[in-house]
């Protein structure tokens, strides 16, 4: 069944969208709907990444909790910032931290993160996977952000992914 429909819900989904951004389930529709959702995953199995294996997932909650404090610190802290813009000056700058984490689903993880939380912009990946260059909005101590970094998000991916 894997070779035929190697992602059924993938299928099943371009189907519906493809229902719904034409607005009508006419005979036609309904066949170039089912013959995209039926291709498409064919024509991209190569493209789809390896099989998560999930190691600790308990670690999942414990990361995703910490995330969101984060979030409304960083979100207060940001919004303070801008508040404040006029009386100090922003230290923003780039920061490299070393990778430790080579998972490709934790560095996409751990790309997410960096999305979702304010403050922290994912530059660049270095092409060997150890160096990742962070625009950080308002820094005081590189090495405490860097260790903070790691101690959060970074080591926990690898307890889940590694």
Not at 51 to 57: D, G, L, S
Request: some cysteine; overall charge positive; glycine content about 6%.
């Amino acid at each position: 069944m894997k070779r035929v429909f190697p992602a059924p819900l993938l299928s099943l989904s371009l189907w519906a969208l493809w229902l719904t951004l034409n607005l009508s389930i006419s005979p036609g529709n309904l066949l170039i709907g089912a013959v995209l959702g039926f291709a498409a995953p064919l024509m991209m199995r190569k493209l789809r990444p390896k099989q998560v294996r999930i190691r600790r997932p308990g670690t999942i909650l414990r990361l995703f909790l910490l995330v969101g404090r984060d979030v409304v610190t960083s979100n207060l802290i940001v919004a303070w910032g801008v508040l404040n813009a006029g009386r100090r000056p922003l230290r923003s700058r780039f920061v490299k931290v070393p990778l430790d984490l080579r998972d490709a689903h934790g560095l996409a993880t751990l790309a997410m993160i960096c999305t979702v939380v304010p403050g922290t912009v994912w530059s660049e990946l270095s092409l060997d996977r150890s160096i990742l260059l962070l625009h950080v909005w308002d820094l005081d101590d590189e090495a405490q952000f860097i260790e903070h970094f790691k101690t959060a998000y970074e080591r926990p991916l690898m307890e889940i992914f590694e």
